[in-house]
Nanobody, 128 residues
């Protein structure tokens, strides 16, 4: 059984930075899609960034392009989201997800129902 565990969230002022981590525990797989999603109170969950672990193909939502970077450390089985120039509208619960049905790649969707493994989330709060 695979478990995803996020960490690194917190409170930061606008313009600040955070790095989220998603540790993948359990069987080791290769060549699959992973993504970061976020959900603000009263809003739907949205895809922020995705990456194909087999080749590094990435996707970013327009709202985070140029500010966020998704990366992976395969030996550590860890996914990262580097967030810079944070804005109050980035405030949300952030989740990492994996498509372990191996249905996609190297282009990975940013649609939550395409991912079948999820972490518990880590809260990011950006104050103005």
């Amino acid at each position: 059984q695979v478990h995803l565990v996020e960490s690194g969230g917190g409170s930061v002022q606008a313009g600040g930075s955070l790095r989220l981590s998603c540790a993948v525990y359990g069987p080791t797989y290769s060549n699959y899609c992973m993504g970061w999603f976020r959900q603000a109170p009263g809003k739907e969950r949205e895809g922020v960034a995705t990456i194909y672990t087999g080749g590094g193909s990435t996707y970013y939502a327009d709202s985070v392009k140029g500010r966020f970077t998704i990366s992976q450390d395969n030996p550590k089985n860890t996914l990262y989201l580097h967030m810079n120039s944070l804005k109050p509208e980035d405030t949300a619960m952030y989740y990492c997800a994996a498509d372990l049905d191996f249905r996609f790649g190297p282009t990975c969707p940013a649609i939550e129902y395409e991912y079948n493994y999820w972490g518990q989330g880590t809260q990011v709060t950006v104050s103005s």
